[in-house]
């Protein structure tokens, strides 16, 4: 099992190592078992959990695809120093089909197929960042009715509202024209192109203080306002998904024209946008400051002719394993390891934060990197660095543990100087079912092999000795009496409503183990109730030697006496026997051209055909009385060899298909009858007594007579008196080359068969055909190739007739 789970482990690595979760890499020299994380195989083992897979074709698949044996030994290693165990459900089927199975069995799943979802999760790691521009609820469309911003620039098609209002009232609608102008009553033209809200707003006003007096002292207000807003044209170039001029509300923001484009590439920079504006770069915009403190700062808006230029990012890392967020990562030169993890939301519960692993591409090869874990705030990543937070190891720095006859077994912190009997109190005492002689602790050693100790516990639950020190990783079982026994059982059987097996009970009594057998059956009698009882003096040496004690009861079917009151004993066999004198009913069922058809119960066991023929009325004219048929269910099971034998007839048959052969196999069978002498002589040997389930079928007159099998043109034909069996095989065409005229036979319409028959070998003899009879010609059997052997001897006795007959002749 361990090999399995080795093996599970390494076609993990062969996917990961792949370009494509779905397709495995065809040179697997190059593999190595650092490129599986903890966290990985252990998700692995969980998925191979419920997945069956075989060890040969696996291990066939590594082979010829190159795989070290290096590597094998080195994730081994991992393996059994992460104490990982395959302990599915399946387990058991699938050691049996690994090892002894059939083929179709073991290679019931494929190992791409087994791992594919898996990885899929694993190892499809996403640039981080890139979620926020292919997310469809994240839309990043401007504000369209938000209130008019301080710092809106005015330029040509905005749309401004003038409001006076108090002791003058006034309203206008003012369009800013191309040359960046506005026509206001009173005040005529106004340049307002490039002004921001408020420095337009002081603008008209001053001009209109000399017609509205009252402006100056606050008895009259001005307010202007966005109406209908311009577009703007901004212009996206360097690595972005989709470059090019784009048209937007002047009220549009940095991150809305990435959005609209598609945002970087996977080789674009998300922390290093520029923002270029009159040729110069005004804003660099780094994504990093929103995604992961949700600052906006950066996302400034736009003005007309706005460039935003993206460049190629230059220090990519990926980083994996125990992290809230593992995925491909954007550094700026200043960033260090421990910014990296911060941005990967942080170590897990689970991760190892003493050392972080990873490798480094170099000029010509790769590196490992080891960083501690004090020094990942000063640690500087670098481009194509990839790094893995491992899980911590599976063990233990202070655990014991106690199992067995205990009310809270489990593990427990091991404290100085800890004893056994500190640790039973711990687990709240023992359960009253302790075996009080010794326990069997398991002390692991510094080299990790086991060692046993029998440990004393009866003056330990006394109190008057503390018992063995425990040490780490200490594992202490407490038996139970009824561990150290055989599973003490009582057996029913007979007329009672639940025969089978049960626990004994101390105290248990005959009465009470037929009551838990739901008491008697209809056909129970309490007189004779047998107990055989185990003898444990056995005189072995003497043939006629009893082997067990039989304890005779007679009781009552009620239960209402004291005989069973009887006290068992372990293992004891209890037969109750049915009365002589109690029989159920036996019934039959008789069908077809008869005046009643019915189901009867037989008055006897000893009623015949002749009487139930009687009882249903008597035959109708239109009975085929030739054709009549018993059908009897089968009272034993049909052995391998007949079904064999059936299954191998069937194929030669070519009129039969596979499916009509399953009625060969049915549990009842036919009994040929003659029904016309069982009338005639009522009680003779021929009036067979019935039984049980019997079916007897009274067909209707039938004067046909059917050909099937190897004939040219199988069919019904109408039955002539006097014509012979060749004659009808020759109306349906007679014989093909594949069929047999000598192998044909008849079967007659009561289910009664006869054959051809050749009188001194030489002379055919038809047998005779009547109505409803079907003729059937199989196919010739296949002839076997030319025996030299069988030649040679056939050769060796011509030879020896002829020297005989010259003998004779002289």
Same mark, same amino acid.
């Given at each position: 099992m361990r090999l399995k789970l080795i093996l599970f482990a390494l076609l993990a690595i062969l996917v990961a190592t792949s370009s494509h979760a779905q397709q495995l890499p065809a040179d697997l020299s190059s593999v190595k078992a650092s490129q599986i994380s903890d966290t990985q195989l252990e998700r692995l083992v969980a998925q191979a959990k419920s997945n069956g897979l075989s060890i040969s074709d696996v291990e066939s698949e590594l082979s010829r695809r190159g795989m070290p044996g290096s590597e094998v030994l080195l994730l081994k290693q991992r393996v059994e120093a992460l104490g990982l165990s395959y302990t599915s459900t399946s387990s058991v089927t699938d050691s049996v089909s690994a090892d002894r199975g059939p083929a179709s069995a073991r290679k019931v799943n494929k190992p791409t197929k087994v791992f594919q979802p898996l990885f899929k999760e694993v190892e499809e790691l996403t640039l981080f960042g890139s979620e926020l521009f292919s997310n469809t609820n994240l839309s990043f469309e401007p504000d369209l009715r938000m209130a008019t911003p301080p710092g809106y620039i005015i330029g040509p098609d905005d749309e401004l509202l003038l409001n006076i209002y108090g002791l003058n009232v006034s309203q206008q609608t003012l369009r800013v024209s191309p040359e960046g102008t506005v026509t206001v009553k009173y005040a005529g033209v106004i340049a307002v192109n490039g002004l921001s809200i408020e420095a337009a707003t002081s603008l008209i006003r001053s001009r209109l203080l000399k017609f509205y007096p009252s402006l100056s002292n606050g008895q009259t207000k001005l307010q202007l306002s966005l109406g209908n807003i311009r577009s703007i044209r901004v212009i996206l170039i360097g690595a972005i998904e989709r470059p090019g001029t784009y048209t937007l509300p002047s009220l549009a923001t940095l991150f809305n024209a990435l959005y609209v484009s598609g945002g970087p590439k996977q080789n674009g920079s998300f922390r290093r946008i520029e923002l270029i504006r009159n040729n110069k770069v005004i804003e660099v915009a780094d994504l990093y400051d929103f995604l992961v403190r949700g600052d906006l700062g950066s996302n400034i808006r736009l003005q007309d002719n706005d460039v935003i230029r993206i460049p190629f990012t230059s220090n990519l890392i990926t980083m994996k394993g125990q992290l809230n967020r593992p995925g491909i990562f954007e550094l700026l030169p200043s960033d260090k390891l421990e910014d990296a993890i911060n941005y990967a939301g942080?170590?897990?519960?689970?991760?190892?934060?003493?050392?972080?692993?990873?490798?480094?591409?170099?000029?010509?090869?790769?590196?490992?990197?080891?960083?501690?874990?004090?020094?990942?705030?000063?640690?500087?990543?670098?481009?194509?660095?990839?790094?893995?937070?491992?899980?911590?190891?599976?063990?233990?720095?202070?655990?014991?543990?106690?199992?067995?006859?205990?009310?809270?077994?489990?593990?427990?912190?091991?404290?100085?100087?800890?004893?056994?009997?500190?640790?039973?109190?711990?687990? =709240?005492?023992?359960?009253?079912?302790?075996?009080?002689?010794?326990?069997?602790?398991?002390?692991?050693?510094?080299?990790?092999?086991?060692?046993?100790?029998?440990?004393?516990?009866?003056?330990?639950?006394?109190?008057?000795?503390?018992?063995?020190?425990?040490?780490?990783?200490?594992?202490?079982?407490?038996?139970?009496?009824?561990?150290?026994r055989d599973s003490i059982t009582v057996s029913i059987n007979g007329a009672v409503r639940k025969p089978g097996v049960f626990r004994f009970e101390d105290s248990l009594s005959l009465k009470a183990l037929i009551m838990k057998a739901g008491g008697y059956a209809d056909n129970a009698t309490g007189m004779g109730i047998e107990i055989s009882r185990r003898k444990r003096n056995i005189e072995v040496n003497k043939p006629e030697s009893e082997i067990v004690d039989l304890i005779t009861i007679n009781d009552s079917a009620q239960l209402n006496g004291n005989a069973t009151n009887i006290i068992l004993k372990p293992f004891d066999i209890v037969s109750i026997k049915e009365s002589p004198y109690y029989k159920k009913q036996i019934s039959i069922k008789i069908t077809g051209e008869v005046l009643m058809p019915s189901v009867y119960t037989l008055q006897s066991r000893e009623e015949r055909l002749s009487s139930i023929i009687r009882r249903s009325g008597g035959l109708l004219y239109t009975a085929d009385i030739r054709g009549a048929k018993l059908i009897r269910k089968k009272k034993e099971l049909l052995d391998s060899t007949e079904v064999k034998r059936l299954i191998t007839s069937v194929q030669r048959d070519t009129t039969i298909s596979y499916k009509d052969s399953i009625s060969l196999l049915k549990d009842t069978r036919d009994v040929a009858i003659d029904l016309d002498y069982i009338l005639k002589h009522p009680g003779s040997a021929d009036d067979i007594t019935l039984e049980d389930e019997d079916e007897l079928?009274?067909?209707?007159?039938?004067?046909?007579?059917?050909?099937?099998?190897?004939?040219?043109?199988?069919?019904?034909?109408?039955?002539?008196?006097?014509?012979?069996?060749?004659?009808?095989?020759?109306?349906?065409?007679?014989?093909?080359? =594949?069929?047999?005229?000598?192998?044909?036979?008849?079967?007659?319409?009561n289910g009664s068969a006869a054959k051809i028959q050749r009188p001194l070998g030489i002379f055919r003899r038809y047998p005779k055909v009547m109505p409803g009879a079907s003729i059937f010609v199989p196919q010739r059997p296949k002839r076997e190739g030319f025996d030299v052997g069988k030649a040679g001897i056939f050769i060796s006795a011509i030879t020896a007739l002829i020297t005989a007959a010259s003998l004779i002749t002289r």
């Open positions: 942080g170590f897990t519960s689970k991760a190892f934060r003493g050392r972080i692993t990873g490798t480094r591409i170099l000029d010509f090869n790769r590196s490992i990197v080891d960083v501690s874990g004090d020094s990942l705030a000063f640690f500087i990543p670098k481009n194509g660095d990839e790094y893995v937070i491992d899980s911590v190891i599976n063990r233990f720095t202070n655990r014991v543990m106690i199992t067995g006859a205990i009310f809270k077994p489990g593990s427990y912190a091991l404290e100085p100087n800890m004893s056994l009997g500190s640790l039973i109190r711990k687990a =709240q005492g023992v359960k009253e079912d302790v075996f009080d002689g010794s326990a069997i602790l398991v002390r692991t050693r510094p080299n990790l092999t086991k060692e046993y100790i029998n440990a004393e516990i009866k003056k330990v639950l006394e109190g008057s000795d503390p018992g063995i020190t425990l040490l780490k990783d200490d594992s202490i079982h407490i038996a139970s009496i009824f561990d150290l079928v009274i067909p209707r007159i039938n004067n046909t007579v059917s050909i099937n099998g190897e004939v040219f043109k199988p069919l019904d034909i109408m039955y002539e008196k006097g014509k012979s069996m060749r004659n009808y095989i020759n109306d349906a065409g007679g014989v093909t080359p =594949q069929g047999s005229r000598r192998r044909a036979f008849l079967i007659y319409a």
